[in-house]
């Protein structure tokens, strides 16, 4: 059985587009067997990846032009559609909570639909996801308990949990977001790389 972890972090736009590559990439490899890691990307580039905020500070304007028709290109790719940052009522945003109930949905089997969700609400139609009440909208549409949602983001033991992950995938040598591991010790970092995971899937 081979086995993919999925760190991530839906503040992250890239993290988006490698999520909805999975599940395409998953749909051909059913027999993958597939973790989902909720973390905190903040928390990294806080303790050990403090370059993201300065480029953020001094982005470099080509760069920056062509970002947004790198993100386009790769949203047609995947087919879905995706915000620029730019465009957004705020960014980043601060996904605490969301990533906590990623975790609370997990134990639900709902992740999926749950950071799917998510991705969309703040991606595609720009709300802003650190509001109660579009975590709201969130729970009510993938069919959540309300009050333990939000029970559970408050709860020292999920707080501990998105923690430990985020602490877990640098230990790990992560060092944002989406990394993903396959067969616990190969690492990639990137929604572009699925197309080099799958063609180690395809040689085993």
């Known amino acids: 059985m081979q086995t993919l972890e999925f760190f991530f972090d839906c503040s992250s736009p890239w993290t988006y587009l490698g999520f909805e590559s999975l599940q395409q990439l998953h749909a051909r490899h059913p027999k993958l067997e597939v973790s989902y890691r909720p973390i905190l990307v903040g928390g990294i580039f806080n303790t050990i990846n403090p370059s993201v905020y300065a480029s953020r500070q001094n982005p470099v304007k080509p760069k920056l032009r062509y970002q947004k028709k790198d993100l386009q290109d790769w949203a047609e790719y995947v087919g879905i559609t995706v915000k620029h940052m730019s465009e957004l009522p705020v960014f980043p945003v601060n996904s605490v909570k969301a990533m906590r109930g990623a975790i609370y949905a997990d134990e639900q ?89 799958e063609a180690k899937l395809n040689k085993a």
């Open 109 to 197: 089997g709902k992740l999926v639909p749950y950071a799917r969700r998510v991705f969309e609400i703040y991606w595609s139609e720009g709300k802003d996801i650190s509001q109660d009440d579009v975590l709201k909208e969130v729970v009510s549409e993938v069919n959540l308990d309300m009050t333990e949602y939000f029970e559970k983001i408050k709860d020292q033991k999920y707080k501990d949990a998105l923690k430990d992950n985020t602490e877990e995938v640098m230990a790990r040598g992560g060092y944002g977001t989406p990394t993903i591991f396959l067969n616990k010790t190969d690492m990639f970092f990137g929604n572009d790389r699925f197309p080099l995971i």
